[in-house]
């Protein structure tokens, strides 16, 4: 189980080319806006993904899904894609590593477009909606996003969401605004999360998702917002000006599901999602300031000697096999459906911390050096900071697992 086998040592190996030879030279590019992420995630995906395939799996899928009946013979449900090596969860864990230690920012992008907008279509949606949304979203060929967060409903997404959708003769009118949406300034397709009003108190409106598309009057988009770090996923919001989307647009088309504990469940892919682009973080930079101390000389001797280095090398160190272990048992824990939330948003709350104190010992360790963007330990920082507030805030992560644990509703 802590050893990678064959298949899973290649895909690393092939993602670390990637990475160094097609994305490293371009980060400069992406964080100044000057290039977007989206053309290069595409040729990953078709060059090293077999992005055609993975289309055709989804259009198989949903035509199972339909018929009732699975390759194997056994009735078919929501089963996973066959789609071979692709469908073994710790795949996916090392594609995010190995981008994130390049860079999380383009990670980021790429996996709330084929994860959270993309898988959760592909496991809630219908079949048509897996056909039309799914898969040109999970292929790269179009963009995804995934909009929960408003203005006013950050923490509290779901209490404080103010953006509803009313039903009107065959369609939803769907009115409200996203803030800090991946992916809002340029993607074709957005998974949106509205209080369903029929009538009943704000309160007690159900929560649904809605797949809406970019092409459909009265959705609009902000300008990417200037960041601290992630600068390469672009970032904005979305206007939802009476939105009208046909009925075969709601999430999974039934009203009598609410969808709030979907986006509950999405909530915890995207928390335990982040795990891995901490890894690449922490590995990365242990990895630069091994060699870094090693290398730089102060008071005539490598600085690696001083203990006070080897101190901070231990301790990124213990993060990095801890990390580690976490990718590997969350890997495991898809692979056997299980879930646990309090676990979940654990890992999430230790993981996020170390790629952030990493990054920031990294950059003491390379002392002035590390300061400077051309040792890359500073873009790490600012990018790793990112994981401490998305998908649910730290302290909030670390809050709900606490109350689950103690048997308490969920804040
Ligand atoms: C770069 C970026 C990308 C993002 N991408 C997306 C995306 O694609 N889709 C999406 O839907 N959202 C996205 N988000 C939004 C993100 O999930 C929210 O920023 C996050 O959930 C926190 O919400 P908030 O910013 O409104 O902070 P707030 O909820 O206002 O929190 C402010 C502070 O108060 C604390 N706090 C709040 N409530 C409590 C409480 N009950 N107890 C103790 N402390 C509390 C928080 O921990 C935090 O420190 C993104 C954000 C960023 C910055």
Redesign the pocket.
């Given at each position: 189980m802590f050893e990678l086998n064959e298949p899973q040592r290649m895909v690393e190996q092939v993602f670390r080319q990637f990475a160094e030879k097609e994305l490293l030279p371009r980060v400069e590019r992406l964080e100044s806006g000057e290039e977007l992420p989206y053309d290069l995630m595409r040729r990953m995906t078709r060059d090293l993904m077999g992005g055609d395939r993975i289309s055709k799996a989804l259009h198989r899928q949903a035509d199972r899904m339909e018929t009732g009946s699975s390759e194997d013979g056994r009735p078919a449900g929501r089963e996973k894609g066959r789609r071979g090596e692709m469908d073994d969860p710790m795949i996916f864990s090392l594609i995010a590593k190995e981008l994130s230690r390049v860079s999380p920012g383009f990670t980021?992008s790429w996996g709330?477009s084929v994860g959270?907008c993309g898988a959760g279509i592909l496991n809630k949606g219908t079949p048509d909606q897996i056909r039309r949304y799914a898969a040109p979203v999970m292929s790269m060929e179009r963009i995804g996003?995934?909009?929960?967060?408003?203005?006013?409903?950050?923490?509290?997404?779901f209490g404080s969401m103010k953006t509803t959708a009313r039903p009107d003769g065959d369609d939803y009118v769907i009115s409200g605004s996203?803030?800090?949406?991946?992916?809002?300034p340029h993607a074709d397709v957005f998974l949106v999360?509205a209080k369903l009003d029929r009538g009943r108190p704000p309160a007690e409106r159900p929560v649904h998702g809605f797949i809406v598309e970019r092409t459909m009057p009265g959705l609009s988009t902000g300008r990417p917002?200037v960041?601290m770090?992630?600068k390469d996923?672009p970032?904005g919001e979305v206007f939802l000006d009476e939105v009208r989307v046909p009925k075969e647009n709601l999430l999974g088309g039934r009203e009598d599901r609410s969808m709030r504990d979907e986006a509950k469940e999405s909530l915890g892919t995207e928390r335990s999602g982040m795990a891995p682009m901490c890894l690449g973080i922490v590995e990365r930079c242990y990895e630069l300031s091994l060699g870094y101390a090693r290398q730089r000389r102060q008071f005539g001797r490598p600085i690696a000697e001083y203990q006070a280095i080897q101190l901070k090398l231990a301790d990124m160190y213990i993060r990095l096999q801890n990390v580690w272990n976490i990718v590997y048992r969350l890997a495991w824990m898809t692979r056997n459906d299980k879930r646990d939330m309090a676990y979940f948003c654990a890992t999430k709350v230790y993981c996020a911390r170390a790629a952030v104190q990493t990054a920031l010992d990294a950059i003491q360790i390379h002392g002035g050096y590390g300061y400077m963007q051309e040792y890359h330990v500073e873009k790490l920082m600012r990018d790793a900071k990112?994981l401490e507030?998305?998908?649910?805030?730290?302290?909030?992560n670390a809050?709900t697992t606490a109350r689950l644990e103690l048997g308490l509703a969920p804040?």
């Open positions: 980021m709330v959270l996003a995934w909009a929960l967060t408003e203005p006013e409903a950050g923490s509290d997404a996203k803030t800090f949406i991946t992916n809002a999360y917002f960041k770090g992630m996923s970032t990112l507030i998305g998908a649910g805030t730290s302290d909030i809050l804040s």
